[in-house]
């Protein structure tokens, strides 16, 4: 058996002032979880663990398995099923993000050296695969086919996002709707079905399942929305992340579709030039970032994230007051708050 790889809680305090609330919150229950990932990433085969466990340990959030169990706390389960499916989304989220890497040819991950850049790209789709199946391992130990449906649908629906995504790349003329399509798939997904099985496991009526599933997706929309405007922002490196990977990459992002449509002919063309054919220059990213500040892109997107926010507030009207509804909703203003 490969040695077990520490689960890193390093972040920054006073930026997650509500990120480390919801982790008091859900502390013992997040404890289990952190053990159900090391114990199910081992495997005889050395390279696995100690691959998955360079990303498991990097510092990552928890963010979508603490969304799992503190939406469990809401609806006042008190079993334990909801612990091995929170671990389940992350495997799902691991691997996506193996994946990801590979894909988008990133050299970096939180600040440190992508898994695909130590040790190469088939090695990581290939544990990514690995994550996958114990991912589908947990939702068939669990024993509920409505949550077996629920997370696998939310798998298959990533990788269409992630395909779809490959399709705009280079495009300057997607649209605002088919941006939201892609980031509602690759993002919002697993947001949503992290959030709907806690409603599943409790035994709860079908309309909390619902509203459960409008919180998560409302929410990772706003996430991802904010994402990408901190592409373009120098809160960027505040987070431990590689400015303008989205530019370099030829990413078609909310930001560039809005600086885009409001451009001159001469900005255009810049547009097309550094994204379409991927022609850039050292001082591009510099103008890039001019450009959407310029035409308040930012700013825009920004707003669009507040609005989904204030959907991912409403889905959760439904449900009596508690400490754990409270955090959920303070989580959607740190979601947003991260570009300020």
């Known amino acids: 058996m490969a ?25 013992d229950d997040l404890s289990r979880v952190n053990q159900i990932i090391l114990d199910r990433m081992q495997s005889s085969i050395p390279l696995i663990p100690q691959l998955a466990g360079h990303l498991v340990s990097s510092g990552g959030k928890r963010l979508r398995p603490m969304l799992t169990l503190a939406s469990a706390q809401m609806l006042a389960y008190d079993g334990r099923r909801h612990e091995g499916l929170a671990a389940c989304v992350e495997f799902i989220h691991t691997a996506t993000l193996l994946h990801d890497d590979v894909v988008d040819e990133s050299d970096l991950r939180r600040g440190i050296e992508s898994a695909n850049a130590v040790w190469g790209n088939k090695p990581s789709v290939l544990v990514g695969d690995f994550l996958f199946s114990r991912s589908f391992e947990l939702m068939v130990e669990d024993g509920s086919l409505d949550v077996l449906r629920i997370l696998s649908r939310a798998a298959g629906i990533i990788a269409e ?8 790349s280079n495009d300057l003329g997607t649209t605002e709707e088919a941006y939201l399509e892609v980031i509602g798939a690759k993002t919002a997904a697993l947001f949503a079905a992290a959030c709907e099985v806690a409603a599943v496991v409790a035994g709860r009526p079908q309309a909390e399942w619902d509203a459960l599933k409008a919180y998560g997706h409302n929410l990772g929309v706003a996430f991802q929305l904010v994402d990408d405007i901190l592409d373009y922002s120098a809160k960027q490196a505040e987070l431990g992340k590689s400015l303008g990977d989205d530019f370099r990459e030829g990413k078609i992002t909310l930001p560039v579709i809005i600086a885009h449509s409001r451009g001159t002919d001469e900005e255009r063309a810049f547009w097309v030039r550094t994204l379409e054919d991927t022609e850039q220059v050292d001082g591009d990213l510099d103008h890039a970032i001019a450009l959407v500040r310029r035409h308040e892109a930012l700013a825009e997107t920004a707003a669009r994230a507040q609005s989904f926010g204030e959907a991912a507030r409403r889905a959760l009207d439904p449900f009596p007051d508690n400490e754990a509804k409270r955090l959920l909703l303070d989580i959607v203003d740190f979601c947003i708050d991260r570009v300020y």
């Open 161 to 168: 996002g992630e395909v779809l995504q490959l399709t705009t």
């Open 3 to 27: 040695e077990s790889v520490p689960l890193s809680t390093d972040r920054a305090p006073a930026h997650h002032e509500a990120l480390d609330r919801l982790q008091t919150l859900v502390a």
